[in-house]
């Protein structure tokens, strides 16, 4: 079992399990087939048009489908795919940071020199020979693929904490948490809370500081009126986040 570690500026580590080689594949492998069936699908439609101009259109579906697919889905699914959650495999960025637009698009352009010379030959001897299975792709956008990890919160903080998270009360909050924050703040979120008690007290007070200024930015609370401590905020919304695994 292959993992990925992320040491912060604070020299806190993140582990990550890697996504292995033949599930990777797996999920190529139906991510192709959704394609393949779109593109028939699309092309029995497109034979209905006159001449050379149905030809050209079909491939210009095929063109955009292979091209666009990955890109269109890792996007607005944090690093997923179909394929990939059927697997439960995402990809994130590997210094830690929110993936981007940047990072996808750059990363499947590539997947057109991973092909070579079919059926990503090369990208497959690439990520083996990796030892964090990076494809060509990968290495020139800095994305890795890690398994889509759903873990639990110690039943010690669920105990103390959940009872008192005034963050459940509020509806709409709970769904900005639940939509807003993403696949990798989640992790840290999760791994910053199972680690809290292993950290210096200095060190524990910056790290929830920064995330819970973090967090207030992205959902829109960053005026005050939670009224709770750094660290009371994010154990809150990692409440907030395990609830909605639970219910995904």
Known sequence: MLRYRLTTPEQVCFSYQLAGLFTRAIAYLIDTAIMVAFIIGSALVCLAAPGVFGIVLILLIIFATFLGYFILFE???S???PGKRAMKIRVMDASGGKLSMANVAIRNLIRMVDMLPMLMFLGGVVAFMDPHHRRLG????NTI???DRKTGLPKSVVRREARHNSFRADPALRSRIIARIGRAERDLIID???RRDQLDTPVRE???ADMAAHCRKVLGMDDGSDFLSDEQTVLNIALILQDGWKGA
């Open 145 to 147: 693929v890690v398994r």
């Open 192 to 194: 910053l809370t199972l």
């Open 79 to 81: 690093g997923q795919t």
């Open 206 to 208: 910056r790290m929830f």
């Open 138 to 141: 990968d290495m020139a956008a």
């Open 75 to 77: 996007t607005l699914w």
